[in-house]
């Protein structure tokens, strides 16, 4: 499955030195797809090498050449989106519709940044000193390390990548290794742009080999997570040393607030598969959801309803609704907090359990707690699977401070029927993104990214380039 890609260094695809190779499994079935190769120190410092030497041709390549380029990399993933869709689906186990979503989605990111690459503005201030004025330039950081995650292996992917080489960036991408082949087929789809040798490199391995020799680099300025805070902190303790940039979108435990003049039916219709979406894997999910005392009980039979006409199943059947958790592990963790959860007082209205009809694949019903309180692991952390905590609240005031409750600042959600209430949740909500009737918040046009232990910087919209970019300033007097 991944025999005719490797390692991207270069410009040329590579096997890894010394022949490694890990087997990654398939989550629907438990046995490989296939066997990736693993980056030697050596494959990682080769990738680095030619970074540099893609950087210094490609930062002197104009922003309308650039954009070009990235047009032509947009119409390359719309011609292989099938391709890239079953990846996707193959090695996450989410179904296929949403997998070719992504896929738009990361075609979206390049279109979007094409066009930001002619737009870099510096600017002109008039200087006090006779005859003279300031320039403010903006440049491109450099040499950029992308570290992605596996429940969007190929949009996050895009939102680093898109924006950096909009910039002039040369790219190291290192992917999550339990899905290396939807970043293969990525980077694929970035060399018929017709880049400079060495602008996108991509390497896959273990962190010894790639993170660690990255984190080292004093080339590489700028490094872009997508993983989970504990991840980010040491990241950013790494950082320190070499004085890179940083931006980071980490965990969330999104809070989602149902107010009594909520259109109730509406807002199931979109909560359900929301919550359910990626088996739950994602990070801007609802997790704990806080519903007006008088809209509790039909909010929770309309969402039991709901959740039990998911179909589970392979994600590349397409009447399936949701698929598997990515790994044992993760099985296990959704498991140990349903249990907790039960343990502690909370009832389970639908779901909590392996099902039956499966013998193999790391699959969990589509699971409501009610009676939840907020110390539970269930409302307390994010659970990063398919379980929906529904509790009470009697007032707004109520709603917005057990909402804030949390150190996590990634998204948030509200629904209600008044301008008013909306305008008042969206300000006092402590968090990157509010959604009001809606989760639409991940798109091209519009920056993404949290507060607190979420993270920081932005990915997407106007705001997103700013990250790979340095400012410079000249003193011109004549």
């Known amino acids: ?73 947009a119409d390359e993933m719309i011609a292989r989106a099938e391709e890239a869709a079953r990846m996707i689906s193959s090695e996450t186990g989410k179904p296929l519709a949403q997998a070719q979503r992504e896929w738009g989605l990361s075609v979206d990111q390049f279109r ?18 006779p005859g ?22 190929a949009a996050l992917i895009a939102r680093k990548v898109a924006p950096a080489l909009a910039a002039g960036c040369a790219v190291v991408v290192r992917p999550s290794g339990q899905t290396p082949g939807t970043a293969m087929v990525m980077v694929d789809c970035i060399r018929a742009g017709g880049l400079p040798d060495g602008t996108v490199n991509l390497v896959v391995g273990p962190t010894g080999n790639t993170y660690a020799p990255i984190m080292a680099s004093k080339a590489v ?37 149902i107010y009594d003049d ?20 994602v990070c801007v999910t609802p997790d704990r959801f806080y519903v007006h005392e008088s809209r509790h009980d039909a909010f929770v039979e309309g969402f039991v309803k709901r ?26 963790e959704i498991e140990a907090t349903v249990e907790s959860a039960v343990n502690a007082g909370a009832k389970i209205a639908t779901g909590g359990q392996r099902p039956a009809e499966f013998n193999s694949g790391h699959f969990f019903e589509p ?10 692991k269930a409302m307390a952390e994010e659970n990063f699977g398919p379980i929906a905590a529904i509790a009470p609240f009697s007032s707004d005031d109520e709603a917005i401070e057990r909402a804030n409750a949390t150190d996590m600042g990634l998204a948030a959600y509200a629904f209600t029927g008044s301008p008013a209430r909306a305008r008042r949740t969206v300000e006092e909500l402590k968090s990157g993104m509010v959604g009001i009737n809606s989760f639409a918040l991940a798109a091209c046009e519009a920056p993404f990214g949290g507060t607190k232990f979420s993270g920081m910087g932005r990915e997407g919209g106007a705001e997103g380039i700013g990250d790979y970019l340095d400012v410079k300033l000249s003193q011109n007097v004549f």
């Open 1 to 73: 499955m991944f025999e005719k890609f490797g390692l991207f260094i270069n410009g040329t695809w590579r096997q890894a030195a010394g022949g490694a190779s890990a087997s990654v499994f398939s989550p629907v079935t438990e046995q490989p797809l296939g066997a990736a190769p693993q980056a030697a120190m050596e494959d990682t410092e080769a990738a680095l090498a030619a970074a540099e030497n893609g950087f210094a041709a490609w930062r002197r390549t104009s922003a309308f050449t650039r954009a070009d380029a990235l047009h032509r990399i």
């Open 112 to 129: 979007w940044y094409a066009e930001e690459a002619r737009r870099i503005y510096g600017r002109i201030v008039e200087s006090r000193v």
């Open 132 to 153: 003279g004025r300031f320039e403010i330039h903006l440049e491109p950081v450099g040499i950029v390390a992308a570290f992605t995650a596996w429940n969007f292996p």
């Open 221 to 257: 300025r700028k490094v872009s997570l997508t993983g989970s805070t504990r991840v980010g902190q040491q990241m950013i303790r790494d950082a320190a040393d070499t004085m890179k940039k940083v931006s980071m979108e980490l965990g969330g435990n999104a809070p989602c607030i």
């Open 262 to 281: 909520a259109d109730l039916e509406a807002a199931l219709d979109v909560c359900v598969p929301t919550k359910f979406a990626n088996c739950g894997q």
């Open 307 to 332: 959740a039990g006409k998911i179909k589970l199943g392979d994600g590349l059947d397409e009447s399936v609704g949701m698929g598997p958790l990515i790994n044992a592990g993760r099985l296990k």
């Open 367 to 376: 699971t409501v707690l009610i009676d939840v309180t907020d110390d539970m």
